[in-house]
Nanobody, 126 residues
Framework: QVQLVESGGGLVQAGGSLRLSCAASGRTFSSYAMGWFRQAPGKERKFVTAISRSGGITDYVDSVKGRFTISRDNAKNTVYLQMNSLKPEDTAVYYC???????????????????WGQGTQVTVSS
């Protein structure tokens, strides 16, 4: 069992930055690949980025490439999402998720993840 708690969301002007954190419980954090998803009001939850167990492999949706960076610190049981050059269309609830599978086939799909955090709101004003 893994419990995930996100933090770092808030209100920011377009062009600004935020860093989200996701703290995981348990001593097996390094056994899980991690991902970030976001969900805007009335829309489905969508993939943003993912990182492998060691942190050596990352994947991003095209709309955030060059602006967002995912990283992890296995010693601190934490995964981060650095978001720069934020746009109003980035406004959403951001969720972190953990998956036990080592494969990447399902990494971009919510169904590929085993555990979810409660989400943190990110609002970007124009």
């Amino acid at each position: 069992q893994v419990q995930l708690v996100e933090s770092g969301g808030g209100l920011v002007q377009a062009g600004g930055s935020l860093r989200l954190s996701c703290a995981a419980s348990g001593r097996t954090f390094s056994s899980y690949a991690m991902g970030w998803f976001r969900q805007a009001p009335g829309k489905e939850r969508k993939f943003v980025t993912a990182i492998s167990r060691s942190g050596g492999i990352t994947d991003y949706v095209d709309s955030v490439k060059g602006r967002f960076t995912i990283s992890r610190d296995n010693a601190k049981n934490t995964v981060y999402l650095q978001m720069n050059s934020l746009k109003p269309e980035d406004t959403a609830v951001y969720y972190c998720a953990a998956r036990g599978s080592s494969g990447w086939t399902r990494a971009r799909f919510p169904s590929g993840y085993d555990y979810w955090g409660q989400g943190t709101q990110v609002t970007v004003s124009s």
